[in-house]
């Protein structure tokens, strides 16, 4: 069975850096064609795309957000790690992780974080 | 970066009504093209996949059609549990992107 959790602050304040974990069981990141991606989702609004991470360590990005983000892994632990700089009170969203497979589908989500930024 | 577009933003019908939601891609996308249906305070679930493959365990009243920049979504007899968001996402290459989602209310 696949399950993914989100961990991290709560609530951040403006130009803070934001460093999320998101901890998995049922697959490994060593897998060939495995990846995790972070998307979000602002209160209310639609979700957005912003990082994933594959098994040989290719890492993608939001071209919107690419300069303020840094996703990194740590497979021992089964963790994926997100960093998003300078971080803004647009930036309040619930934060997922989620399952890649050779397909690049989104199989298997965690149930979110939400940060809020704020001073 | 391709966009995807979703038609209605939202929508409101009865149980047992077909429901049709459209998505268009900006750039041919082939049928690399995701279906995700988001029920309230819960996380996104996928439910369909290459435009036609319906995710395991997602409900048979659930189609897909479409291919290179066009795509449907059916709900072929609307449930009380299909009350929810629905999203589009093309998965081709990244950035991936998501449509802006549709509404479905009774």
């Known amino acids: 069975q696949v399950t993914l959790r989100e961990s991290g602050p709560a609530l951040v304040k403006p130009t803070q850096t934001l460093t999320l974990t998101c901890t998995f069981s049922?697959?490994?990141?060593?897998?060939?064609?495995?990846?995790v991606s972070w998307v979000r989702q602002p209160p209310g609004k639609a979700l957005e795309w912003l990082a994933l991470?594959?098994?040989?360590?290719?890492?993608f990005y939001s071209t919107s957000l690419k300069t303020r983000l840094t996703i990194s892994k740590d497979t021992s632990k089964s963790q994926v790690v997100l960093t998003m700089t300078n971080m803004d009170p647009v930036d309040t969203a619930t934060y997922y992780c989620?399952?890649?497979?050779?397909?690049?589908?989104?199989?298997?989500w965690g149930q979110g974080t939400l940060v809020t930024v704020s001073s | 970066d391709i966009q995807m577009t979703q038609s209605p933003s939202s929508l409101s019908a009865s149980i047992g009504d077909r429901v049709t939601i459209t998505c268009r891609a900006s750039?041919?996308?082939?049928?690399?093209l995701a279906w995700y249906q988001q029920q309230p305070g819960k996380p996104p679930r996928l439910l369909i996949y290459?435009?036609?493959t319906l995710q395991s365990g997602a409900p048979s009243r659930f189609s897909g059609s479409g291919s290179g920049t066009d795509f449907t979504l059916t709900i072929s007899s609307l449930q009380p549990e299909d009350v929810a968001t629905y999203y589009c996402?093309?998965?081709?290459?990244?950035?991936?992107?998501f449509g802006q989602g549709t509404k479905v209310e009774l």
């Open positions: 989620a399952r890649m497979g050779l397909r690049w589908t989104l199989d298997d």
């Open positions: 991470i594959d098994w040989d360590d290719g890492k």
């Open positions: 996402q093309r998965y081709n290459s990244a950035p991936q992107t």
């Open positions: 049922g697959f490994s990141l060593n897998t060939s064609g495995m990846c």
């Open positions: 290459a435009a036609s």
């Open positions: 750039q041919v996308i082939s049928k690399y």
